[in-house]
């Protein structure tokens, strides 16, 4: 069984830089064929998707947060991390990692974000 964890900043600045890492275990991140994704939540916007890594580094990004978004990985901790630069209060929102991008098979809990000076 596939198991996600989000971690990280519960509180970001605005105009700082959001990071999250996700430690994902029973399983590997390098397994072909597998998606990993960054998804987030919000009253006001709903369901998110961000992007994702896919099992050989490729990185796809929505268009909508493209020029600020960047994920990347650690194979040695099987972990993927999300950076989302330069945050306003509308990137306040429960952060999920997952595995999967049009279906998702395997959630992290989540972790709320705060943006706040």
């Known amino acids: 069984q596939v198991q996600l964890q989000e971690s990280g900043p519960g509180l970001v600045k605005p105009s700082q830089t959001l990071s999250l890492t996700c430690t994902v275990s029973g399983g590997s991140i390098t397994t072909n064929g597998y998606a990993w994704s960054w998804i987030r939540h919000s009253p006001g916007k709903g369901l998110e998707w961000m992007g994702l890594?896919?099992?050989?580094?490729?990185?796809y990004y929505s268009p909508s947060l493209k020029s600020r978004i960047s994920i990347s990985r650690d194979t040695s901790k099987n972990q993927f991390s999300l950076q989302l630069s330069s945050v306003t209060p509308d990137d306040a929102a429960v952060y999920y990692c997952?595995?999967?991008?049009?279906?998702?098979?395997?959630w992290g809990q989540g972790t709320q974000v705060t943006v706040s000076s």
């Open positions: 890594i896919e099992y050989d580094g490729s990185t």
């Open positions: 997952a595995r999967g991008s049009g279906t998702i098979y395997f």
